[in-house]
């Protein structure tokens, strides 16, 4: 059994990419009400709380009905700031306050305006019954990696090695394996290993939750958004 979860959802008031960009109204609410409706909407996540520094944002989930027990403390809030702390302090802070201590944390990041209660449902699921240490959300990558590059000087060099028998460049992409890659949706991690290691990724032990691109839209700058828009438009016209 998957035991005690805590949802956190995060959020910081700044954002350099897209200025106020939680506050920007897709479709009829603000982006990051889709969040908080979403964690509302789970039936297997029994509590959710929100960490923030922005006290705008706090008022906007309490409206949504979102328990906020604490703004999260200025040298958890910069740019630099990880997301494996800004977890251990809002779990650490519901346990000491409570004496309780829980057994898994499932973090939703704000940015995510797709994923719904249903997508949150079925990754508890996978994730219970997967003996894994932990979950992520993941999306499908568009392009082979094996077409990368990086710059040296003013040279091109493969960003990674091929080690099959073709000319990478004389096959089409269907030729290489489908990769996938973390769409910042959903996470789910054993509590321990966050106060161990302070992140949100066992390497060792994860199993994955597979969304389409359209719900995988993560929003951090203006052509996000946009693109976000126009799923929103073709949702509706569906």
Wanted: hydrophobic share 40%; aromatic share 10%; proline share 5%.
């Amino acid at each position: 059994m998957i035991g005690n979860m805590l949802g956190v959802i995060l959020a910081r008031g700044g954002s350099k990419g897209l200025p106020r960009k939680h506050q920007l109204i897709l479709g009829d609410k603000p982006m990051l009400t889709w969040t908080f409706e979403a964690a509302k909407r789970s039936v297997l996540l029994k509590r959710v709380i929100f960490s923030t520094d922005s006290e705008e944002l706090a008022a906007m989930a309490r409206e949504a009905g979102i328990e906020v027990p604490f703004l999260r403390p200025e040298e958890l809030s910069g740019d630099s700031s990880s997301t494996g702390g800004a977890l251990e302090h809002a779990v650490s802070f519901i346990e000491e306050k409570e004496g309780c201590r829980f057994d898994h944390v499932l973090t939703l990041q704000g940015t995510s305006p797709f994923r719904t209660g249903a997508h949150i449902d079925e990754a508890i699921r996978k994730f219970e019954n997967s003996g894994c240490e932990c979950l992520l959300s993941i999306k499908p990558h568009e392009y082979p990696a094996w077409w990368l590059f990086r710059t040296d000087a003013d040279r091109l060099n493969l960003a990674f090695p091929w080690e099959g028998d073709a000319e990478i460049f004389k096959v089409g992409r269907q030729f290489f394996p489908q990769l996938y890659r973390p769409n910042g949706a959903i996470y789910i991690i054993r509590r321990e290993f966050i106060r161990l290691k302070g992140a949100t990724i066992n390497p060792d032990s994860a199993t994955y939750y597979l969304m389409d691109s359209a719900d995988s839209v993560s929003i951090d700058t203006e052509l996000d958004f946009m693109m976000a828009e126009a799923i929103w438009r073709r949702k509706q016209a569906l």
